[in-house]
């Protein structure tokens, strides 16, 4: 059901009016920016992503196609991909670099490494076979989504999507830092097979 305020917003929108703008930020910024928090986990950078989409919405001049019956449905689909995207674009690794730098090596590890890294292994055995694959392939062996999707036979989206759900899963599973746990354990695995 279409809201007079969605009438509203796009109504001036069209007018060319900054009120329309103004209203539309009003109305769904607060929703949109905890919407794109569910996929970046980072309060401050859903705020940003969010920012910049109604501020490229304005310059692109898109507002203008807007229509009150499919508003909302546009933004939180437009937020998701652009969330997505940014998400598809971070570098998992970046943060693994510092740990490769370390004077000493894999095998010195204490026995709280090991551990950590038979539980994730433990973990990402527990996932389906398709989410096993895709984590594998973009951690392990460094594929791209596209290079993934093309040698499972299914979409980019679809190696988005389930990357997302399996780290999803990972991160219930194995705590508030799966991500350094995961990198950490792929780049052993990766250390390991290239001596």
Request: net charge neutral; glycine share 4%.
């Amino acid at each position: 059901m279409t809201s007079a305020k969605d009438f509203e917003i796009c109504s001036l929108l069209r007018k060319r009016k900054m009120e329309g703008m103004e209203l539309l930020f009003t109305s769904y910024y607060k929703p949109l920016v905890v919407w794109a928090d569910t996929f970046l986990r980072d309060v401050a950078c859903a705020e940003d992503l969010v920012q910049d989409f109604f501020l490229k919405l304005w310059e692109t001049g898109r507002f203008e196609r807007l229509l009150p019956e499919t508003l909302r449905s546009y933004l939180f689909t437009a937020v998701r991909n652009a969330a997505l995207n940014k998400l598809e674009k971070a570098d998992p690794l970046a943060n693994a670099c510092d740990v490769a730098l370390h004077d000493s090596p894999w095998e010195e590890y204490d026995s709280f490494t090991d551990d950590v890294f038979r539980r994730v292994e433990e973990e990402v055995g527990k996932l389906p076979a398709r989410s096993q694959e895709i984590i594998r392939g973009v951690y392990l062996r460094g594929k791209k989504y596209k290079e993934l999707a093309e040698e499972l036979g299914i979409s980019v989206a679809t190696v988005n999507s389930l990357l997302v759900s399996a780290l999803k899963r990972l991160r219930q599973t194995l705590g508030d830092d799966p991500v350094k746990l995961i990198q950490l354990f792929f780049l052993k695995k990766k250390s390991d097979l290239t001596q």
